[in-house]
Nanobody, 119 residues
């Protein structure tokens, strides 16, 4: 089945860490860019970090120095290591990937995983 499945969200105290994972499944020909976005309640969905197939990364200013995105191409998986978490990082985190299932690249989204940071 063609899908992105996220895991690793939860409740953590400010200053703590979490690691999110997102695995793509199905008959995958190739995966281009992968990334993480987040959406706080009542707000728009914003970019957190992206990573190309070659490993080039891009981060939102608000997470630079605290979050690290990485990927394992052999496992079709992208990760987000989140350190020094702040209450303002609380949001639903969504994985996105541009995947070719044999009919050309298309953008796919995961179902989201909640991250809650308590003060």
């Amino acid at each position: 089945q063609e899908q992105l499945v996220e895991s690793g969200g939860g409740l953590v105290q400010a200053g703590g860490s979490l690691r999110l994972s997102c695995a793509a499944s199905g008959s995958i020909f190739s995966i281009n860019a992968m990334g993480w976005y987040r959406q706080a309640t009542g707000k728009q969905r914003d970019l957190v970090a992206t990573i190309t197939s070659g490993g080039s990364t891009n981060y939102a200013d608000s997470v630079k120095g605290r979050f690290t995105i990485s990927r394992d191409n052999a496992k079709n998986t992208v990760y987000l290591q989140m350190n020094s978490l702040k209450p303002e990082d609380t949001a639903a985190y969504y994985c996105n990937a541009r995947i070719d299932y044999g009919v050309g690249l298309r953008s796919s989204w995961g179902q989201g995983t909640q991250v809650t940071v308590s003060s």
